[in-house]
């Protein structure tokens, strides 16, 4: 079993971004399912720059978990490069269940359901 990319959006909108961006963060929420049916299960990351981390960093005392991060080092803020990355890095996903493909982009994304107990 594979999954696809269904969907991914920025908050805020990267239009607000000014024209050349060093330093910013954006809170992105991407949508996959799998490629044989219907359904989807979302997923964050929050997609910054070097220069961004590196401030994030500091401001934590020296120590930043950045656990479901995409770092970018673009000179203009770029939707389609993040959308292509993220699409290839969820068509390499497989597992025999949709269960064990979601654990695996939880590596990646925090997922919707990540430590859900019934």
Do not use: Q
């Amino acid at each position: 079993m594979r999954a696809t990319l269904r969907s991914l959006a920025f908050e805020p909108d990267p239009a607000s971004l000014s024209a050349e961006p060093t330093e910013f963060s954006l809170h992105a929420r991407f949508i996959v399912g799998p490629t044989d049916g219907p359904g989807d299960e979302s997923f964050d990351i929050t997609v910054c720059t070097p220069e961004w981390l590196a401030r994030a960093c500091s401001a934590a005392g020296g120590i930043y978990d950045a656990r479901h991060h995409v770092v970018v080092n673009l000179d203009e803020f770029d939707k389609r490069a993040v959308h292509d990355w993220l699409a290839l890095r969820v068509e390499c996903v497989e597992g025999d269940t949709w269960a064990e493909i979601a654990e695996r982009l939880g590596r990646l994304g925090h997922w919707e359901f990540e430590d859900y107990r019934p």
